[in-house]
């Protein structure tokens, strides 16, 4: 079991920045690919970014390439994903994900999800 607890979400105005923050525990998780997901009511749920765990090789989202990076600290067990220049449009719940095999929709961990709302 992968238990997955998120942070570092609120409320920014357009422009500014935000860092979430997923700290995982539970066995062997420094083994799992790591990723986040976001989502607005109405819409499915949708790939932010994703960050394996082996040789830390990454890829995001295209809205957010060059705004958004995601990193690890296998030391401390946790994901982070710096945010910056926020649009309205990344307005959204932010859900931590983490996988022994692929980041996707149907991956096996999820948080509960960090709320993120940028103003304009």
């Known amino acids: 079991q992968v238990q997955l607890v998120e942070s570092g979400g609120g409320l920014v105005q357009a422009g500014g920045s935000l860092r979430l923050s997923c700290a995982a525990s539970?066995?062997?998780?420094?083994?799992?690919?790591m990723g986040w997901f976001r989502q607005v009511p109405g819409k499915e749920r949708e790939f932010v970014a994703a960050?394996?765990?082996?040789?830390?090789?990454?890829n995001y989202l295209d809205s957010v390439k060059g705004r958004f990076t995601i990193s690890r600290d296998s030391a401390k067990n946790t994901v982070y994903l710096q945010m910056n220049n926020l649009k309205p449009e990344d307005t959204a719940v932010y859900y931590c994900?983490?996988?022994?095999?692929?980041?996707?929709?149907?991956?096996?961990?999820w948080g509960q999800g960090t709320q993120v709302t940028v103003s304009s």
């Open positions: 539970g066995s062997t998780v420094s083994s799992y690919h």
């Open positions: 960050i394996s765990w082996s040789r830390g090789t990454s």
């Open positions: 994900v983490a996988d022994r095999y692929l980041i996707t929709t149907h991956s096996r961990y």
